[in-house]
């Protein structure tokens, strides 16, 4: 399915399809929730399709539901196909939990399809979900192979935070940017998946959302607009007192709340970054660190499994010097 708000990005993928000078390799870039992971579905289920046929007729990267080679990898079945993204530890006390982060030896059997004669036409194609959560040694080995890419082999790469890459992995790729959704985008994908929502509640997700789908849906999914009325308040008035930052932090401390304490990582950025562009002079000022400080909390508190309690306290006191 092609995604909604990201014509561009799709414009510039089929005008190199169509010219059949497709580069081997694929940075798609820009903020999570946006499309990337399904932009690049689609784009592999169109070249895998094109090459096998039956011919598509359709524009866009869409593909019909019918098509043999769609039926294929919605079955999980393509010889030719691969979604590389983290795996579930299959034994000991972590089973079926997720791993850290992609492992080489993942790579190394990407590697081996890479290698190998293609079944179905002469192309092969893989995704990978996302390039941020490779292991450091299996960045070098999908190196290697961005270095020597066989023939007809296309490698679809995507990006939350793209500078976080080896400069030589950036290097080898084309890029393509992912823009934040329009408000527009938004709120037709809410209407279309949360058809109970009024048009107010989707108004407030927008809002919360900072152009993320996968945001928006999550938050509505989870209640989130008393939590983020909540750190409204602090932002706009202060905490004095430490009442309302330490009910946020009991609130979302248990484990019971893990999701929504997640997506309150989330919300605190855009909430403070918000502020600062409606603010002027020393409180825009405190609100830019404040967001600087709040991004990089909320990114590394999942990362080295911070305690929840403290987390959501610290973001508090972050939001409340805004409004000092």
């Known amino acids: 399915m092609t995604p909604l708000g990201q014509e561009r990005a799709v414009a510039a993928f089929r005008a190199a399809l169509d010219s059949g000078q497709l580069h081997h390799a694929w940075l798609l870039a820009g903020p999570k929730g946006v499309g990337k992971g399904t932009f690049a579905r689609a784009a592999a289920l169109r070249v895998l399709a094109e090459a096998a046929g039956p011919p598509v007729d359709v524009p866009g990267l869409d593909v019909p539901a019918d098509h043999r080679i769609a039926r294929l990898i919605e079955a999980g079945s393509h010889p030719d196909f691969r ?14 939990e997720l791993r850290r982060g992609i492992t080489i030896d993942q790579i190394r059997k990407l590697q081996e399809l ?20 490779l292991e450091p040694q299996a960045q070098q080995s ?12 296309l490698l679809l790469l995507v990006s939350h935070v793209p500078g976080r890459l080896l400069p030589t992995i ?26 109970d929502l009024s048009a107010a509640a989707r108004s407030k997700l927008i809002g919360l959302a900072a152009g993320s789908a996968d945001r928006a849906l999550a938050f509505a999914e989870l209640d989130l607009a008393p939590l983020a009325d909540e750190a409204l308040v602090i932002l706009q008035r202060g905490d004095p007192d ?22 309150f990582l989330d919300i605190v950025p855009p909430l403070i970054a918000a502020e600062a562009r409606r603010s002027e002079g020393a409180r825009r000022q405190r609100a830019l660190a404040a967001y600087d400080q709040a991004r ?14 403290a987390t ?8 409340a010097s805004v409004g000092d």
Not at 114 to 124: C, E, M, N, T, V
Not at 142 to 149: G, S
């Open 142 to 153: 999908l190196l290697k192979l961005l270095e020597e890419p066989p023939a007809k082999c």
């Open 312 to 319: 959501v306290f610290a973001l508090g006191t972050l939001l």
């Open 83 to 96: 979604l590389v993204k983290r795996e579930a530890h299959e034994t000991g006390a972590n089973k079926g």
């Open 242 to 263: 430490n009442s309302r930052r330490s009910r946020l932090a009991s609130a979302l401390a248990l484990k019971a709340a893990r999701p929504r304490y997640t997506a």
């Open 170 to 195: 950036r290097s080898r790729c084309r890029r393509l940017d992912f823009a934040p959704l329009g408000d527009e985008t938004l709120d037709t994908i809410l209407a279309h998946q949360q058809p």
């Open 296 to 309: 990089e909390t909320s990114v590394i508190a999942p990362r080295l499994s911070l305690d929840p309690a």
């Open 114 to 133: 890479f290698h190998a004669a293609p079944a179905l036409s002469d192309w092969r194609v893989a995704v990978i979900d996302c390039m941020d959560e």
